[in-house]
């Protein structure tokens, strides 16, 4: 199975500031990898696909990039409305895995 | 709009099984497959397996046989996921996934508001 370790495991930040979080595989899986953002209560959502794609009605300031085994999910000055837990995840072979998550935590 | 409505929460004693469902609405349902993924109280997300509606064809995680079986009923465009011989490891929610074809990959653009599953005597 393909692991996906996401770090840091948590991330505090103040509203404004830009952030990186990372994605890395446990082998290469080209751009199959997707991010998800997961609010508490909620269900995921669809932010990034295949790596670096932007998705329809997410705001500009989420973009991702990588390719290979190291992948990564940043967010331009981020906003209150972006505290929560992310997610990545691979389709490349079975079974579909995802990281344990990064929460992104309001310093 | 595409929508995927869960069933309700669900209390189950240890041993019985349970059987949760996903009615789709806004798309064609028998043209895309519908996955599963597991998520315990405060850990990640674990996929289960997929099910094709337009034939019933299946997928399982090897580590979801025999417990998890996926099933769909075209008449209702509903998917369900039987949960079989369930202990407090099965406690759990479920969430129900569309699977999007994009050129040679694919990914889950839509979720079920997810189904909280507690097994407890």
């Known amino acids: 199975d393909i692991v996906l370790t996401q770090s840091p495991a948590t991330l505090s930040v103040t509203p404004g500031e830009s952030v990186s979080l990372s994605c890395r595989a446990s082998?290469?899986?080209?751009?199959?990898i997707h991010w998800y953002q997961q609010k508490s209560n909620e269900s995921p959502r669809l932010l990034i696909k295949?790596?670096?794609q932007s998705i329809s009605g997410i705001p500009s300031r989420f973009s991702g990039s990588g390719s290979g085994t190291d992948f990564t999910l940043s967010i331009n000055r981020v906003e209150s409305e972006d505290f929560s837990v992310y997610y990545c995840?691979?389709?490349?072979?079975?079974?579909?895995?995802f990281g344990a998550g990064t929460k992104l935590e309001l310093k | 709009q595409v929508q995927l409505q869960q069933s309700g929460a669900e209390l189950v004693k240890p041993g019985s099984s349970v059987k949760i469902s996903c009615k789709a609405s806004?798309?064609?349902?028998?043209?895309?497959?519908m996955h599963w993924i597991k998520q315990q109280p405060g850990n990640g997300l674990e996929w289960i397996g997929w099910?094709?509606?337009?034939?019933?064809?299946?997928k399982y995680n090897q580590k979801f046989n025999g417990k998890a079986t996926l099933t769909a009923d075209k008449s209702s465009s509903t998917a369900y996921m039987q949960l079989s011989s369930l202990t407090s490891e099965d406690s759990a929610v479920y969430f129900c996934?569309?699977?999007?074809?994009?050129?040679?990959?694919?990914?889950?653009?839509?979720w079920g508001q997810g189904v909280m599953v507690t097994v407890s005597s």
């Open positions: 996934a569309r699977w999007k074809y994009y050129y040679s990959g694919a990914y889950f653009d839509y």
């Open positions: 806004g798309y064609t349902f028998t043209s895309y497959d």
């Open positions: 099910i094709y509606p337009g034939n019933g064809n299946t």
């Open positions: 082998q290469g899986i080209s751009t199959s």
């Open positions: 295949f790596a670096s």
């Open positions: 995840q691979q389709s490349y072979s079975l079974p579909y895995t």
